[in-house]
Each structure stands twice: as structure tokens, then as C-alpha cells.
């Protein structure tokens, strides 16, 4: 079973905050990427840095983005280059240890996204791939293998629609993806994951309930 409100915590949360407020996008992602290259201890963090990254990186390597972020917070935020990025992103898919997979598989994700972001990456992109397709790990191994299928030139005319920027995400967004049936679990309201589109009217009822009424009749 899963949680409605689960969905939305961090770093769900944090993602939607980046999508839906454009102005605030070059700062909280210089900022991320300042934190990212000193402390990658907290999985979350690096998780939707990874993210972001692969999703809005040409903000990190534009003078425009730069100077964004500083007007936002009277930083002294520097552009980087397109080549520092990608090794930032390489040299955490190589260190990553701990959950191996899980991190492994964001950088693999955002690596795939700078074929389209920094088209002159493809190639090195193919060679880090390529080790990962024997991994003992059947999660990177499937990941590489569908990566590098993708980047074949059959599929070349798909990549940029396919790894185009994320539209906004909205709480409306992210439960219509989930099926929610409202069921009773120690007089509380839980959401039992289904794959499928929800109704309106299902995720109305998602929505937590009032508590009863107090009964009016005396306890015996």
C-alpha cells in the first residue's frame, strides 16, 4: 500500500518547487549543484539533483542563469561548463556506493538527458553505459541496456521529444498517474496503489474524510 501524501513528500516535493516556479528555478539549481559537489551524503538531495541536473542543466552553464540566481540571492554564483557538469555527474555514478542502484540509476537517467541537452556527449555517454549492461545489479543492467538502445540512430528522431524538460508537476498530476481506493485501516483513510488513471471522483474521496460526529449515546 502507499500513502496519497507520500507521493508528494521529498523529493517529490522539492521537484515540484523547481517545475512550478520558474523565476526561483536558476537559484534553488545553482544552489543544489553547490551542495551536490561538497556533501552527497543525503540520498534525497542527490537524488533530485540528479534530477534537476538532467532536466535543467543548461541553467548551470549559461551566464544568464548565473546571474539569475545571483539577483535572487545576492550569491556570487559562477557558470560552469558544460564539460564540468557531465564530470560532476560521471564521477558520482563511479563513487556511489550506497544504495548502489538507486543513485547509480539517477545518474545513468541524467546522463541520458545530456545527449539531448549536450548533444557533443553522446558518444561519451555510449562508453559509460557500456560496463553496465553486465552489471550484477538487474535494475542498471536493464537501464544501460534500454539507454543504450535508445541512443541507437534508428531512435535518433525520438530522443528529443522523449527527453524534452518536464512539464510542471502538480499534486492533480502525480495522483491521476495512481488509482486510490479509500480503504478503512484502524478508523484512518489509506490510498492502496493501482496502476491506472484515477477518476475524479476517486480522487475526491482520497482526500481525507472529516472525522464522525460524536455519538450521542451514552457508553455502557
Known amino acids: 500500500g502507499l500513502n496519497a501524501e507520500l507521493v508528494l513528500d ?3 516535493r522539492l521537484a515540484m518547487l523547481i517545475t512550478d516556479n520558474p523565476n526561483l528555478r536558476p537559484y534553488t539549481i545553482f544552489t543544489l549543484y553547490k551542495n551536490f559537489t561538497t556533501d552527497q551524503s543525503q540520498t ?3 537524488i533530485v539533483s540528479l534530477w534537476a541536473f538532467g532536466e535543467f542543466g543548461d541553467i548551470l552553464i549559461s551566464s544568464e542563469g548565473a546571474a539569475s540566481a545571483n539577483e535572487q540571492s545576492k550569491s556570487s554564483f559562477s557558470p560552469i ?5 557531465f564530470a560532476s555527474v560521471r564521477d558520482c555514478l563511479a563513487k556511489s556506493a550506497n544504495p548502489p542502484s538507486l543513485i547509480k540509476q539517477y545518474c545513468l537517467m541524467a546522463l541520458l538527458k545530456f545527449s539531448v541537452r549536450f548533444p557533443s556527449s553522446e558518444p ?3 562508453n559509460i553505459l ?8 538487474t535494475e542498471l543492467q536493464a537501464r544501460a541496456c534500454e539507454f543504450t538502445v535508445f541512443l541507437g540512430d534508428e531512435l535518433s528522431t525520438l530522443r528529443p521529444p522523449t527527453l524534452a524538460t518536464m512539464p510542471a508537476i502538480t ?4 495522483l491521476q498517474g495512481i488509482k486510490l481506493k479509500p480503504i478503512i485501516d484502524s478508523s484512518k483513510m ?7 488513471e484515477a477518476p475524479e471522483d476517486e480522487l475526491e474521496k482520497a482526500e481525507p474524510s472529516p472525522a464522525p460526529a460524536s455519538s450521542t449515546t451514552p457508553a455502557t
Open 10 to 12: 521529498s523529493p517529490f
Open 44 to 46: 534525497n538531495l542527490v
Open 81 to 85: 561548463s558544460e564539460a564540468t557538469l
Open 124 to 126: 561519451e555517454i555510449r
Open 130 to 137: 557500456l560496463p553496465y549492461r553486465s552489471s550484477i545489479s
Open 171 to 174: 499534486k492533480k498530476s502525480v
Open 190 to 196: 489509506v490510498a492502496v496503489e493501482e496502476i491506472g
